[in-house]
């Protein structure tokens, strides 16, 4: 059986003992009932992962290294529209497991729900909240970065980094098989969809319209589809390597 995952925000060192945040320690004694001398597997996003052992008092023996790495070799940016609650949870995790890089949320004129500038700190906290406990379960080593723009027109500018950008819409002429770029950024609609001003933001942004097929698609399902596809023909699933992105090939 696999040693439970953590992640921990603070320096790891092969050897040394550290105390491990009253949530982990909590979550590894009280929850999943570790004892003492336990293995578990401690991340603390900066690459690789530490074998270590449950010590006394909360606290964990770091016994080794290892760098595995399991990003994908694409940069998967997903602007989702802001949604219900429950459905962007399950988005947030599912992408994250789905080996998303970036997820960015922002409201749309027909976003069914609206939060104010308290509860969205409170939200943002949330997420972050499924972020972790996704990297922990899917074995990520690394938290894909997640932010909220206050518009959408924020939202789509944030990925102006992309080689290549895409709108998920059901009435567009090119599939999304079209898609092949290390750094690509799909936008999704709220419940009900882009609006036609909003369609004409994205494009001006250079986002293009893809269908990813002959069916319509609900919020919560169009974007997790279109990452499995792209990592199953460009990423994880795909067996070739990607070039350097235009961008990073300028740098070099």
């Known amino acids: ?76 940016t997903l602007i989702q529209a802001l949604i219900a609650n429950d459905k962007l949870d399950w988005v947030i995790e599912k992408a994250v497991e789905l080996g998303v890089a970036r997820i960015i949320v922002a409201p749309a004129s027909r976003s069914v729900i609206r939060v104010d500038r308290e509860r969205i700190e409170r939200r943002c906290a949330h997420w972050r909240e499924i972020v972790v406990a996704a990297c922990c379960q899917c074995g990520r080593n690394r938290l894909p970065l997640l932010q909220f723009e206050s518009t959408l027109g924020g939202a789509l500018a944030s990925s102006d980094d992309a080689d290549q950008r895409y709108l998920l819409a059901p009435d567009a002429t090119i599939g999304l098989a079209s898609a092949a770029a290390a750094q690509t950024a799909i936008a999704v609609g709220p419940e009900g969809g882009f609006t036609d001003v909003e369609l004409k933001l994205a494009e001006r942004r250079g986002f293009r319209r893809v269908r990813w097929g002959s069916r319509v698609m609900r919020t919560e399902t169009a974007g997790l589809a279109a990452l499995a596809a792209l990592q199953t023909l460009h990423g994880d699933g795909a067996d070739k390597n990607f070039p350097q992105s235009s961008k990073e090939a300028n740098h070099a």
Not at 15 to 23: K, T
Not at 36 to 59: C, K, M, P, V
């Open 1 to 76: 059986m696999a040693a439970a995952r953590f992640f921990v925000d603070i320096e790891l060192e092969v050897g040394r003992s550290i105390e491990l945040p009253d949530a982990v320690a909590h979550h590894a004694q009280r929850v999943l009932r570790l004892r003492a001398s336990d293995a578990i597997t401690l991340f603390n996003g900066r690459g690789g992962e530490y074998a270590a052992r449950i010590g006394a008092a909360g606290q964990a023996q770091i016994e080794r290294f290892d760098p595995v790495e399991r990003e994908s070799p694409l940069s998967l």
